[in-house]
């Protein structure tokens, strides 16, 4: 009898001691993607033009990407291997065939680990997605599938060392040193830009301060401010609010997010952007004034209907700008272009 109760002691110790060891997770996740995209006032085939903006700019039907996240929580540590193969994947790396022409790290989009070092302070070493801005790289984040200006040139990601802090269970902050911005392999000049970011529940007010390649005599200086609000149970309204300036060549933007969810399947919601460029800017819009200066006011709405895991997205855009930036179906030059997506979106986990 004593012996058996021992055992059952010991069992019952084992057994605690087994509760008490944290779960390591190990995640397996990601997306596939494909589009059909058609000009309503400009021309398709040979001569087929589209908004000066990232991904589903390719015409007819055309592939998205596949995306592939490999994910490992441990207690303290863990990494994350997030792997991209198509059109929008290429687009998103855009740099590492330039750095690595006869390497193929322009399948990866995000490889990093991380220590949790206290509840309050984590850090993260490698290469991640940018901090900035509203949209992502991922269509399954993004309502709108196509893109805006702010998103297209500002940055996709940075390779480096990030601080993040939880003040309060409201406030957050984040430091951090990268290379140059989307240079992603490593260091190609020895140039290293600054990054911060003060958060206040879902409002976040974000910092970009470093030169950018070997041609950038300046700093580059960026800051950007990303929202989000539930004002009902059923209406949700974002904003995304941004500026960067290197030596007087400039762009800066606004834009807004309504969504309405009609049902639990269906949603409706709208993109209104405004984006401008002085002295050039980023070279986003392409036609410039004799100052070298232009506007353009893009006009996205998108449904999004869900069926299990596949997501259907209709999309109808407007593009304004205030020179003449596109062909229309005579292909004669145009201030604006209106065009038609239907994209399909599939997400697991």
Known sequence: MVFLLVFNLNAQETDLEKEKEPVKKFQFSGSVDAYFRQNISGPNGADAISPNTSFANLNGFALGMVNVIASYQGEKVGFVGDLVFGPRGEDATFLSEFLRPDGNSSIVNQLYVYWNVSDAVTLTFGNFNTFLGYEVISPTANFNYSTSYMFSYGPFSHTGLKADFVITDDWSAMVGIFNNTDSTEFNLNNNYTLGAQVGFKDTFLNFLYGRQGNGSLEPTFQVDLTTGHDLTDSFFLGLNATYNDTDGSAFYGVALYPQFQASDAFSIGVRGEYFAETEGGAGAIGVYDTDGDASVIDITLTGSYSVGNLTIKPELRLDS?????????????????????????????
Request: net charge negative; proline share 3%; glycine share 0%.
């Open 321 to 349: 700008t205030s020179e003449e930036s596109f062909l229309d179906n005579d292909l004669e030059p145009t201030k604006s272009l209106t065009s038609f997506v239907l994209a399909a979106i599939y997400d697991f986990n």
